[in-house]
C-alpha cells in the first residue's frame, strides 16, 4: 500500500509516518507534505492507495485542496479539533484520527480501509467536499436543551442530563440520568443529526445512547455487543453488527 500525509507539523508528521511503519512495514509513505499548495501539485501529479490528511495547513483548511484538484483517493483525517464536524467526518471518509494518533485507533482504520478495499465498496463512496467545506464555515450547532410536556406542565431539560434515546411502538422517548421517561417530537435520524456525536451513539434503529450511561457490556454472536445502560433499560440495548466496529472506534477516543 502507498500513502501520503498531508501535515504542516514535521513532529506530527514524522511521528505519524513512524507509527503506520511500526503498524504495517509493507506500507510505503510516498511523500510527506506541508501545504494546501504543495499538497494539490502532487496531487495534480501523481496518486497513491490512501491520504492521512490534517485538516489545518500553513495555508488553510485542508478542505480547499479538492476545490482544486478532483480527488478519488479514500482519506482518512487526521485533527486536534474534535470541534470540526466530527459527523461530516464518519459519513464522508473512510475514517477520521484525533490527535495525538493512538497506535490501536490507527490500526481500526487502516483494517477499515482494507477491509472496505477488498469489497470495493469505497468505490462507491463519494466525498462531499462541499459539505465538509461548509460544515468548517459554519460549524454545526448541537441541541443543548429540548422542550418535554411533564402532565400539564412543560419542561426544559438539558441534554447533558439525558442517558439515552429509544423508540417503542412508533413513538421516540428519552430517560433522564435521574431514570424519568419523557416522549419527544423527533425521530431518531433527526436526533442523530442534532446531538453531540462526541457523547451520543446510535447502536441500532431503536436505541441512541449517551457514553456516560454505558455501565457493561457484553459480547455476543456475531461480534454484536449487548450494554447494560444506567438508569437500566426494559428494551434489550444491543449494538448491531454494522455498528460495532465504529462504536468501538467511538469509545476508544
Request: proline fraction near 2%; charged fraction near 25%; aromatic fraction near 12%.
Amino acid at each position: 500500500m502507498e500513502v501520503i500525509i498531508i501535515e504542516d507539523e514535521q513532529i506530527a508528521s514524522d511521528s505519524l509516518e513512524q507509527i503506520i511503519r511500526s503498524t504495517d512495514s509493507s506500507i510505503r509513505v510516498l511523500a510527506k507534505i506541508e501545504s494546501v499548495r504543495n499538497a494539490v501539485n502532487w496531487l495534480i501529479n501523481n496518486t497513491c492507495d490512501l491520504i492521512f490528511l490534517d485538516i489545518q495547513l500553513s495555508d488553510g483548511i485542508s478542505f480547499t485542496i479538492f476545490e482544486q484538484v478532483e480527488v478519488k483517493i479514500p482519506i482518512i483525517f487526521t485533527t486536534a479539533y474534535d470541534q470540526y464536524a466530527i459527523k461530516a467526518f464518519k459519513l464522508n471518509s473512510i475514517d477520521y484520527l484525533l490527535k495525538p494518533i493512538d497506535i490501536h485507533e490507527l490500526k481500526q482504520s487502516l483494517f477499515k480501509y482494507k477491509d472496505l478495499h477488498t469489497s470495493k465498496s469505497y468505490e462507491s463512496k463519494v466525498i462531499d467536499f462541499k459539505e465538509l467545506i461548509e460544515s468548517i464555515r459554519n460549524p454545526v450547532q448541537y441541541q443543548s436543551r429540548f422542550m418535554v410536556y411533564a402532565g400539564q406542565k412543560i419542561r426544559s431539560v438539558k441534554v447533558s442530563t439525558i442517558a439515552y434515546f429509544y423508540t417503542r411502538e412508533g413513538s421516540v422517548f428519552f430517560c433522564t440520568n435521574e431514570g424519568k421517561q419523557y416522549d419527544i417530537d423527533h425521530t431518531l435520524d433527526k436526533l442523530e443529526q442534532i446531538l453531540n456525536p462526541t457523547f451520543f451513539f446510535r447502536i441500532n434503529r431503536q436505541f441512541i445512547v449517551n457514553i456516560e450511561a454505558i455501565d457493561q457490556m457484553h459480547p455476543m454472536s456475531k461480534s454484536r455487543l449487548k450494554l447494560d445502560l444506567k438508569p437500566a433499560s426494559d428494551l434489550e440495548a444491543v449494538v448491531s453488527f454494522n455498528h460495532v466496529q465504529d462504536f468501538k472506534s467511538w469509545l476508544n477516543r
